[in-house]
């Protein structure tokens, strides 16, 4: 007989299942800048959920919106018939993305936005008569999602390793992560710029004729918080406009606010042909994402498709009525309370206190852009993750929620934080590096 309340059903998701079952953190309710236990702690939200709750819990807007929605219209398909909302907020989206990328694909998920914007940058050149572009190239270190396009072009070995051969046709670019040369740099790192260069290897390799696309994260952010060297992503921008290969920014966690602008594309002033998106979207809280494009490449899908529909894509839920109610009222709270600003002003503060942890135990670096900040410790012998694992169970027991890749914490609050939470999560970090070994 299984117990109502058992705990093991339920298989999650990136989780140790075994150990988590055996002592549990399970939330009940959130508000604003806080969590509450199952315990009734207090639990600070310093991961906005994962990168996505960037107006903090439980808005009211946001709640009524979909209320709303609900009682109007609560499903509609948008395969060849549509609903006011998706429109809208498909609008909404374009105005605050870089300019020229005025047409949005909705997809429920962040991985699905990255395998949709792999397939319409294919479908985009073979609609143009470049149909030999099909290589795709992603990075080392980047994290994409768990489609198998997403992992395909992805760089963290364990999400690719358990599945088999994944697509053909990937390369890779290198990370961009030099330890030696820019270990505590504060924002973009000073070096690094060449390693964009790299991307003229690949093309030498296999012939410009081949490649379809380079997607990176503008800031890769699951694999540790690593910013972008000083001048890459121009570099790696020119040389894409230079061979014809579409360059692809996956913005789902830095897009809605998290570097202080709307996306990373324009904290960074540099302009892809596709912008994947979700997370922020809809403030974490229906699922929701998008591909955003340039209009060129809607443009010539329309024009130049060999049938009345011009791409084979879409997901049930594309565009869903209650996750586009939810998007709305998020971007007009994003705007009424100049969000993205604020997140922008704060992050000097955020800046100084996180790098006031240096010297502290077991700290090999920090880093930070934006409202993110990462502190990496140094692995224990033969046992690579273990330190962060236990440090991110002791910041819980003393009411903070933070995020570990293996040994490196992310802090990621929600862009309405103030200074004092801010202070609550570092200090507590400090706290908590001198109890373990
Ligand atoms: C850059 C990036 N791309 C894609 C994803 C996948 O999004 P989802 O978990 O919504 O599928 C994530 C999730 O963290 C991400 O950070």
């Known amino acids: 007989m299984k117990k109502i309340n058992d705990l093991e059903s339920y298989w999650m998701p990136f989780t140790a299942n075994r150990d988590f ?52 219209l609560d499903y509609a398909p948008c395969f060849q018939f549509g609903h006011p909302k ?13 300019e020229g990328m005025n047409h949005v694909f909705f997809t429920n998920s962040g991985s699905e936005a990255v395998d949709t914007t792999l397939k319409i940058a294919l479908a985009y050149h073979r609609a143009r008569g470049k149909g030999t572009k099909t290589r795709l190239i992603g990075r080392e270190r980047g994290y994409h999602g768990v489609g198998f396009g997403g992992i ?19 390369d890779h670019l290198p990370h961009t992560f030099d330890h030696e040369r820019n270990a505590f740099s504060r924002g973009e790192p000073e070096f690094g710029e060449e390693f964009a260069d790299k991307l003229e290897d690949i093309i030498a390799l296999h012939d410009a004729s081949t490649i379809a696309a380079v997607i990176v994260e503008p800031m890769a952010g699951s694999t ?34 998290r570097l202080g602008t709307a996306t990373a594309s324009d904290y960074f002033g540099v302009v892809p042909d596709i912008i994947s998106c979700a997370k922020g979207i809809t403030n974490g809280v229906i ?12 443009e010539t899908m329309l024009d130049e498709a060999d049938n009345p529909i011009e791409l084979f894509h879409g ?36 800046e100084e206190v996180a790098h006031s942890l240096k010297g502290e135990n077991h700290i090999i670096d920090i880093r930070n852009i934006g409202l993110v900040a990462s502190v990496e410790l140094m692995p224990r012998e033969g046992a690579i993750g273990s330190r962060g694992y236990e440090l991110m169970k002791r910041m ?42």
């Open 396 to 437: 819980w027991d003393k009411g903070v929620m933070v995020r570990f890749t293996q040994d490196t914490m992310a802090v990621t609050p929600p862009l309405i934080a103030e200074r004092k939470h801010i202070d609550e999560m570092f200090d507590k970090t400090r706290e908590a590096l001198k109890e373990i070994n």
């Open 315 to 350: 997901y049930t839920y594309s565009g869903h009525p209650i996750a586009a109610a939810a998007g709305l009222a998020s971007l007009e709270i994003y705007k009424e309370e100049n969000l993205f600003q604020r997140a922008s002003e704060l992050s000097p503060y955020m």
């Open 287 to 298: 699922p929701m994402g998008g591909a955003v494009v340039k209009d060129e490449i809607y």
């Open 86 to 98: 998706a429109f809208e907020l498909a609008n909404r989206i374009s105005e605050i993305f870089p």
């Open 224 to 257: 540790g918080v690593l910013p972008p060297p000083k001048g890459y992503l121009k570099k790696l921008r020119s040389i894409c406009t230079k061979h014809d290969i579409l360059l692809i920014f996956d913005e789902v966690i830095t897009g809605f606010g």
């Open 21 to 72: 079952k055996k002592d549990p953190r399970i939330v009940c309710s959130a508000d604003g800048m806080y969590y509450k236990s199952q315990e009734g702690n207090d639990i600070l939200d310093a991961t906005a959920g994962l990168w996505c709750v960037n107006a903090g819990h439980n808005r009211r807007k946001i709640n009524e919106a979909i209320t709303e929605q609900l009682s109007v």
């Open 152 to 170: 395909s072009v992805g760089g963290m070995p364990r999400n690719r390793q358990y599945f088999g051969t994944l697509l053909s046709g990937v």
